[in-house]
């Protein structure tokens, strides 16, 4: 199962070469390997590749139009893996996550930068208008699980609650979670850098090959998340210096190398 990447769509907008590089060639060096020793491969790729500029539900047949770094590796990615597929006889089946939550999820992503930084008694500022697919991690897992049980290779398949929230949304259930005001809403104009406000996902293709289904609620997951966070303050406390900066910088993005 080929996780390795660099996922951070905002890190991909400041140093796309690092982002391109090492998602591109980690999945040549892991297709290479896996056709040598006649090992199936799973690709997870991502729903960023849809880009999330038309206000539509996506599924596995949608047009791929990504507006980001990120996105970009993950379409090439996507099609490298094809290639391997009809020339080498590569077993292999493409899943796209969409935006997973949860435990141990460093807070230079939104739901756990929320959390942690409302535990620290601040806000966080919100493009309150953007609408996301939130799964939690659980249910992911779950989702691979049955996939790898019953593999149909050459498919591609959305992880998806196959609801969506705005960040608006979110912000207001964690609020009344912690009893803060979590977030400070501003609206979308003409974004710095452009991100698709509407990255609303389907399910149905997972849900009828497999027979997973979500179990954790948005509000349930939420509460959990929060929890873990409220208990395990000693694992993101030592990160509060980057935690605490600006997102209009790329200084707040945490270095997964370093762990800076």
């Not at 006649?38 to 790729?45: C, G, K, M, N, V």
Request: charged fraction near 25%; glycine fraction near 4%.
């Amino acid at each position: 199962i080929h996780l390795a990447a660099w996922p951070h769509v905002d890190f991909s907008y400041y140093l796309p070469h690092i982002c391109l590089e090492n998602n591109i060639m980690s999945l040549i060096h892991i297709a290479q390997f896996s056709q040598r020793n006649d090992i199936p491969l799973i690709l997870a790729s991502s729903v960023e590749v849809y880009g999330g500029k038309e206000n539509c539900q996506y599924d596995e047949s949608s047009p791929l139009s990504p507006v980001s770094s990120y996105g970009v590796s993950k379409k090439v990615c996507e099609e490298i893996l094809q290639i391997y597929m009809a020339q080498f006889s590569l077993r292999a089946i493409t899943v796209r996550f969409t935006n997973l939550y949860g435990r141990y999820q460093l807070p230079d992503r939104i739901i756990p930068r929320v959390i942690t930084r409302a535990l620290l008694g601040h806000t966080t500022d919100i493009e309150s208008s953007f609408e996301r697919d939130f799964l939690y991690i659980d249910d992911a897992v779950k989702a691979v699980e049955k996939i790898i049980r019953n593999p149909k290779y050459g498919s591609i398949y959305n992880i998806s609650s196959g609801q969506h929230q705005s960040i608006h949304e979110i912000t207001d259930i964690l609020s009344k979670i912690s009893g803060f005001p979590c977030a400070i809403d501003k609206e979308s104009k003409q974004a710095k850098m452009p991100r698709g406000e509407h990255l609303k996902i389907s399910n149905r293709k997972l849900i009828s090959d497999t027979g997973w289904h979500p179990q954790v609620r948005i509000s349930e997951g939420l509460y959990k998340t929060f929890l873990w966070y409220k208990q395990n303050r000693s694992w993101w406390h030592p990160l509060r210096e980057t935690l605490l900066k600006d997102r209009k910088t790329p200084n707040y993005i945490y270095d997964y190398v370093t762990n800076k």
